[in-house]
Nanobody, 123 residues
Framework: QVQLVESGGGLVQAGGSLRLSCVAS????????MGWFRQAPGKEREFVAA????????RYADSVKGRFTVSRDNAKTTVYLQMNSLKPEDMGIYYC????????????????WGQGTQVTVSS
């Protein structure tokens, strides 16, 4: 059974930084792609970033390019999302997700999801 557990959310001022973590367990994840998505109140869940666990290839939403960095630690089976220069529009619940074989930007393509962690950015 795949389990994804996010942590690291919190309250930060605009311009600040947070690092989210997603600990993955229950599988060998070398063939998986890991995605980060976020959902603000009243809005649909949107793609933020993704990483191919095997190759380390990454992909970002245009809105976060240059500010966010996704990475993984194979030994810890943990995926990170480093978020810098945070803006109020970055607020929402951030979810870690996993799918087999290849990154996509569509939430419906990801089979496994964590419970989410709240990110609040004050202006």
């Amino acid at each position: 059974q795949v389990q994804l557990v996010e942590s690291g959310g919190g309250l930060v001022q605009a311009g600040g930084s947070l690092r989210l973590s997603c600990v993955a367990s229950g599988r060998t994840f070398s063939s998986y792609a890991m995605g980060w998505f976020r959902q603000a109140p009243g809005k649909e869940r949107e793609f933020v970033a993704a990483i191919d666990w095997s190759t380390g290839t990454t992909r970002y939403a245009d809105s976060v390019k240059g500010r966010f960095t996704v990475s993984r630690d194979n030994a810890k089976t943990t995926v990170y999302l480093q978020m810098n220069s945070l803006k109020p529009e970055d607020m929402g619940i951030y979810y870690c997700a996993a799918r087999l074989w290849g990154m996509t930007t569509e939430a419906v393509d990801y089979k496994y999801w964590g419970q989410g962690t709240q990110v609040t950015v004050s202006s």
